[in-house]
Nanobody, 125 residues
Framework: VQLVESGGGLVQAGGSLKLSCTAS????????MGWFRQAPGKEREFVAG????????SFADSVKGRFSIIRDNAQNTVYLQMNNLKPEDTAIYYC???????????????????WGQGTQVTVSS
């Protein structure tokens, strides 16, 4: 499966962005999906995840209450809605696909087999 992110950009603190991740090659519905981010000099970290059906989601503590994740399997797309953005949200955001059936939503990068190229999000203060 190939994953392509879009929707990144420059936004002021308090603003919103909606990232999209579109899959091709295989149906998105067979994967658990996650969003990760990596800031300069830092390790890639889990942001949000969603199960195949969309019935369960998980978020990093740092984004709870501000970010939401939804998926549209018919459109082969998963979205990350980011509200009340903060300068510390500045990073490259990646979507990732997990083909395993490990219980729960994984927060570990090594459990996601497929990755997009990333989209830059910059939040100015």
């Amino acid at each position: 499966v190939q994953l392509v992110e879009s929707g990144g950009g420059l936004v002021q603190a308090g603003g919103s962005l909606k990232l999209s991740c579109t899959a091709s090659g295989r149906p998105l519905s067979i994967y658990e999906m996650g969003w990760f981010r990596q800031a300069p000099g830092k390790e890639r970290e889990f942001v949000a995840g969603i199960t195949r059906s969309g019935g369960e989601t998980s978020f990093a503590d740092s984004v709870k209450g501000r970010f939401s994740i939804i998926r549209d399997n018919a459109q082969n797309t998963v979205y990350l809605q980011m509200n009340n953005l903060k300068p510390e949200d500045t990073a490259i955001y990646y979507c990732a696909a997990d083909a395993s059936f490990t219980p729960g939503i994984s927060t570990y990068t090594f459990e996601y087999e497929y990755w997009g190229q990333g989209t830059q999000v910059t939040v100015s203060s």
